[in-house]
């Protein structure tokens, strides 16, 4: 098991109790060392702080990913939003536990994370020539790079999992922006003007009265 905290108190905390179940157990204090570690260490697991010196664990966990590296990760944060929390599991941990938290709880997720092993590549969404992979956070057109911020990632995300279906202003407010923050429905707009001029406006059409519909 590998543990990649910088707070060594609770690094040495979760290095004992995890030794006293029979894991034998390796602590990184900063990001680099825990990236390094990840890569060359052969661990059936790890537990990753996010707030980490010199490379964050959002940040680890994405290179990972884009390296087809798949252990299992645990995310382990004080962070405790549901968007804090979505953006660990996008990143592509498998699991997201918030400080502080039960110790019995965490060893019941560590023993679940073993059980699966670790997972396969996460599936590509692909509609057209279009690609979207959400693990890497990489959108390709025609096998071309197409670099957008997180909000049109999001929002090709969710359009791209209801290929020619006719999604309302609505509902990408509810599921693509903050619930917590009101937001003008002509952000909506605004944003889908974006994503038409980088992934062609003949893909994603307006219905009027009704909302957008991403042409399959």
């Known amino acids: 098991m590998l543990v990649v905290e910088d707070e060594s108190r609770l690094a040495s905390a979760l290095q004992r109790g995890l030794q006293a179940e029979g894991f034998a157990v390796d602590v990184a204090a900063t990001g680099p060392e825990g990236l390094d570690a990840a890569r060359h260490g052969g661990y059936d697991a790890m537990v990753l702080d996010v707030m980490l010196p010199g490379l964050s664990g959002y940040e680890l966990v994405r290179r990972l990913r884009a390296e087809e590296h798949w252990l299992p990760v645990l995310m382990l944060s004080a962070k405790d939003g549901e968007y804090d929390q979505a953006d ?78 006719v999604v309302s202003k609505t509902e990408l407010l509810d599921h693509v922006w903050d619930a917590s923050v009101e937001t003008a429905p002509n952000a909506v707009e605004v944003y889908v003007g974006y994503l038409r001029r980088k992934i062609g406006r003949e893909r994603l059409e307006t219905v009027r009265g009704a909302g957008y519909r991403l042409a399959p």
């Open 88 to 165: 660990g599991l996008d990143c592509g941990a498998d699991d997201y536990l918030t400080k502080p938290f039960s110790y019995v709880v965490l060893l019941a997720r560590l023993r679940a994370l073993l059980r699966r092993g670790a997972p396969e590549r996460p599936t590509v969404l692909a509609v057209g020539d279009l690609r979207l992979d959400p693990a890497r956070r990489r959108v390709t057109r025609a096998d071309a790079e197409v670099a957008l911020t997180s909000r049109e990632f999001a929002l090709l995300d969710y359009l791209m999992r209801r290929p020619g279906e």
